[in-house]
């Protein structure tokens, strides 16, 4: 699937596409011959493994969460060639003029459309989007954004119901709270609440209801949520906590371990051997 992109030290081509890799916050001004990308090889890797073991096309409606510079827009357009891609994401910027060059080259004004100053947690407005720009369910949602836990879950919640089933639900960087230097003092989310609570309420909702998430599969920079056949209500509201059954609180008694009888008549017999032979 990715098997066209070219990579150096710190460029990467795709379709006659350039991105430029970057490894931490610069700003997107003045560029006009590549996008900067927060992808690096290793997480194209992760993705070519997903794609190909499981069979993922066509793809025909994508929703991206997080645009950045708007090369993840491109490096999936090219990648998955959907009949209709939107992006938004809460920066209040416009499309780069390298983006409106890729779109104009490529004749894409009808099938790509971006969405500056969006909330990704505003379910009114991320339902707004979908009903104005979808025809049909979704396919793919890419979340990308914040990677913080209220708003990646109220994005989960608004989105994930729209979903076709088998269409798939992507949270990336999940895993940033185990990270070298994340946990220090001085991060900005230092004390923001991990995407990892997500990811593990996901799989609490799994083992509860088998028809509502048919499959998560985790990788190093990502995670996949597979939608499964339940029909959910238009009319209400969609609360993943709804979905997860468990246990009462209650103390957990640690059993300590013995065992079984036959092991121990075998180590009886064995030392009484053992006893004799000396």
Do not use: C
Not at 47 to 68: M, S
């Amino acid at each position: 699937m990715f098997e066209r992109m070219t990579w150096s030290a710190d460029r990467a081509d795709f379709h006659g596409v350039s991105f430029q890799i970057e490894s931490g916050a610069a700003s997107t001004s003045g560029q006009d011959d590549h996008f900067k990308f927060y992808k690096t090889r290793e997480l194209v890797d992760q993705y070519q493994l997903h794609f190909a073991r499981h069979d993922r096309l066509p793809v025909t409606n994508v929703f991206e969460l997080g645009i950045y510079d708007g090369g993840s827009t491109a490096f999936w357009v090219e990648a998955l060639k959907p009949a209709k891609h939107v992006a938004i994401d809460f920066q209040a910027r416009r499309d780069s003029p390298y983006f409106d060059q890729w779109v104009a080259s490529r004749g894409l004004a009808d099938r790509v459309s971006t969405y500056w100053r969006t909330n990704q947690a505003d379910h009114t407005e991320l339902r707004r989007i979908v009903r104005a720009e979808m025809d049909g369910p979704l396919d793919l949602v890419i979340d990308d954004a914040s990677h913080l836990y209220a708003p990646s879950k109220a994005s989960f919640e608004t989105l994930f119901p729209l979903l076709r089933p088998g269409g798939s639900y992507i949270l990336e960087d999940w895993a940033w709270d185990h990270w070298r230097g994340f946990s220090d003092a001085d991060h900005p989310w230092a004390h923001e609440r991990r995407l990892t609570d997500l990811v593990v309420e996901i799989i609490e909702a799994a083992g509860t209801a088998h028809d509502l998430i048919a499959r998560v599969e985790v990788f190093n920079g990502f995670v996949v949520v597979e939608r499964g056949p339940l029909v959910l209500s238009a009319a209400s509201r969609f609360r993943l906590d709804d979905h997860i059954r468990r246990r009462p609180a209650r103390e957990i008694r640690e059993t300590p371990y013995r065992p079984p009888s036959w092991l121990r008549r075998w180590v009886r017999w064995w030392r009484r051997a053992i006893g004799q032979g000396a």
